[in-house]
């Protein structure tokens, strides 16, 4: 490892990675990769998460694609010094940001979305010019052995390595200096992963997870109840059937809207996964016999099972669990406390739908925060009121297409972020530039000191179209 770590820290050393034209050639490997590996990917991911290839494309391959372009065709914008007004005071002078990369960065990635997780970053450190080591999660063991198969023969190896491995070979990674670390899974190893980089000062990016609520404002939005079901379904069976951080982890509904909500979701799951959806190939399986068990638990609970008002069965052969929808679990139980990241949907009712901004505030910030409403003050409410990573009126997960859009967390479910150009901005550093002249002294700005400096610098620093002025009357003295 250390052998390797040093050709990719000489490779930085060097300048390799900093050029234009190098950063363009790996993005378009990348795309080429893809394209040639489309079919490969299918069966990849098939085979770790049972999932179809219209939804790999659509929330991976797509979506790599679509930022790999998108960063080929901005990277001239983005790599290109920012101009910056400076203080008249100052003139002449020219002031600019320059972005310039890290160094050795390292991406740790989670398994449920093993190519879009592990290959949107990595779009984001080479657009800025670092040199990078890539480690896709254990849990999707076919897709990370491919990976590091395959990725070498497009990219620069000497710039970026892919590592399999699990937790050990993640924490023996750790043990060494990087200049940025961008890891994306749970808090818990979210804590080792800081700590580790703490020892080093090294900047971090954690994309984290948690409970993301939706409210559904039935008042506002019965007469789109169709749609609104059918995106709550989307947004909680959809992605991955329900492991996903940005799923739709719990919603929150007035009592007396509760059974005409659940008999919604349940025409729309019929509709989306047929009568029954164990044969369905249009929902993807859970992961592993470990997380089949973790989400089972859920479900022990004698008050939760009871609170089950659809689905509720499983396969644990076959990693298969129900969509499940309950009503009121008790919200001590661990599937009102820990995230749920799988197909189980609590539904929690309250008197007002207003009391959802208090339901929310009570526990740790979500990752995404939906809301079905049509009402303007408590859709501003929501905004001012609560703190999540994103919030998404009246759908769900489309926030995370959108490349114009800052995707990370807030508190729990993370910090830092990416997507499109926050992804050049995420693995670089800006640079304050200022270049000044040898024309212009201005003394009051050394000592000895007297009134007529304090006067001139208090003046200087309020008010800034004087600086002419001040500047003039500065010279003199
Ligand atoms: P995880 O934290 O168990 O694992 C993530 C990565 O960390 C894996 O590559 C794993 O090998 C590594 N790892 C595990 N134990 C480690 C240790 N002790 N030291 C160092 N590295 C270690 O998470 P997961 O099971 O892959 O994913 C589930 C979590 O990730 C959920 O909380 C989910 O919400 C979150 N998630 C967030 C996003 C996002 O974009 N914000 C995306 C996917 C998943």
Redesign the pocket.
């Known amino acids: 490892m250390e052998a390797s770590l040093e050709v990719l820290r000489e490779s930085f050393k060097n300048g390799r990675t900093r050029s234009y034209e190098w950063r363009i050639k790996q993005l378009s490997s990348l795309i080429q990769f893809i394209h040639d590996k489309e079919n490969t990917i299918f069966e990849a991911l098939y085979q770790d998460l049972g999932k179809h290839p219209v939804e790999i494309f659509r929330d991976e391959v797509g979506i790599v694609l679509k930022s790999a372009n998108n960063a080929l065709s901005s990277l001239h914008k983005w790599m290109a010094p920012k101009k910056k007004p400076l203080p008249l005071l100052f003139f002449p002078a020219k002031g600019e940001v320059l972005s310039e990369p890290f160094g050795l960065v390292l991406i740790?990635?989670?398994?449920?979305?093993p190519l879009s997780?592990s290959l949107d970053p990595l779009i984001g450190a080479i657009s800025a010019g670092n040199t990078a080591v890539l480690?896709?999660?254990?849990?999707a063991p076919v897709f990370s052995s491919f990976l590091v198969a395959t990725l070498p023969l497009y990219l620069d190896d000497k710039a970026i390595k892919v590592v399999e491995g699990?937790?050990d070979v993640?924490?023996q990674l750790?043990q060494y200096k990087w200049d940025k670390i961008f890891f994306?899974?749970?808090?818990?190893?979210a804590r080792?992963?800081s700590s580790a980089a703490a020892k080093h000062l090294t900047p971090v990016t954690l994309?984290?997870?948690?409970k993301c609520p939706a409210i559904f404002d039935y008042s506002s939005v019965h007469s789109n109840m169709k749609v609104a079901a059918k995106r709550i379904v989307g947004g909680k069976w959809g992605p991955c059937a329900g492991q996903a951080?940005i799923g739709i982890d719990y919603v929150l509904v007035e009592d007396k809207f509760a059974s005409e909500l659940i008999e919604s979701l349940k025409r729309i799951l019929k509709k989306f996964y047929g009568e029954n959806s164990k044969n369905s190939t249009s929902i993807a399986r859970i992961v592993n016999d470990k997380n089949v068990e973790r989400i089972s638990n859920l479900l022990k609970d004698p008050k939760v099972a009871a609170s089950i008002v659809h689905g509720g069965s499983m396969d644990k052969e076959k990693l298969f669990i129900e969509p499940t929808i309950l009503l009121n679990p008790p919200l001590y139980a661990d599937i009102m406390t820990e995230?749920i990241?799988g197909p189980l949907l609590p539904i929690i009712t309250l008197n007002k739908i207003e009391e959802s901004i208090e339901f929310i505030n009570a526990r740790p910030k979500p990752?995404a925060l939906y809301a079905f409403t049509g009402d303007e003050t408590l859709k501003k409410r929501i905004l001012y009121e609560t703190s999540s990573g994103s919030v998404t009126f009246n759908d769900t997960m489309v926030q995370f297409v959108c490349d114009s859009l800052p995707f990370g967390?807030v508190g729990q479910s993370?910090s830092g972020s990416y997507h499109g150009k926050y992804s050049f901005d995420t693995f670089s550093h800006e640079k304050a530039v200022m270049q000044r002249s040898f024309l212009i002294e201005l003394e009051p700005r050394y000592p000895p000191w007297n009134d007529f400096k304090l006067k001139f610098i208090r003046l200087a620093y309020r008010y800034d179209y004087f600086g002419l002025a001040l500047l003039l009357l500065g010279l003199k003295k």
């Open positions: 740790i990635s989670s398994w449920n979305f997780l480690k896709p999660s254990e849990y699990g937790a993640s924490e750790l994306t899974g749970s808090p818990r190893v080792i992963v994309e984290l997870g948690g951080c995230e990241f990752l967390g993370g």
